[in-house]
């Protein structure tokens, strides 16, 4: 993925600490398994690669949409209750 609209760059600098946000600049091209290490289990941003799972999941075959709307016969209030408890 390159890493060339605006918009999203900005959103990534965003949740990045304000002395690595050049990093994005610099590093326009992501490859699958490269993420960006940040925040306080590291001293400064690394963008490293990790193992692609054996298994993915295969979401572009699901219609995210339909399986929203469909009633999940879920009980929204309780479940709303038990998380307040």
């Not at 002395?19 to 960006?36: K, T």
């Not at 572009?60 to 709303?80: F, K, M, S």
Request: net charge negative; glycine share 4%.
């Amino acid at each position: 993925m390159k890493t060339t609209n605006e918009t999203d760059k900005s959103m990534i600098k965003g949740i990045l600490p304000e002395n690595s946000r050049a990093i994005i600049d610099a590093l326009s091209l992501f490859s699958p398994g490269d993420c960006l290490v940040i925040g306080d289990c590291a001293d400064i941003t690394l963008k490293v690669k990790v193992d692609m799972p054996s298994q993915v999941p295969k979401s572009n075959t699901i219609d995210t949409w339909d399986v929203w709307q469909r009633n999940a016969g879920l009980d929204i209030p309780v479940l709303v209750d038990s998380l307040l408890e």
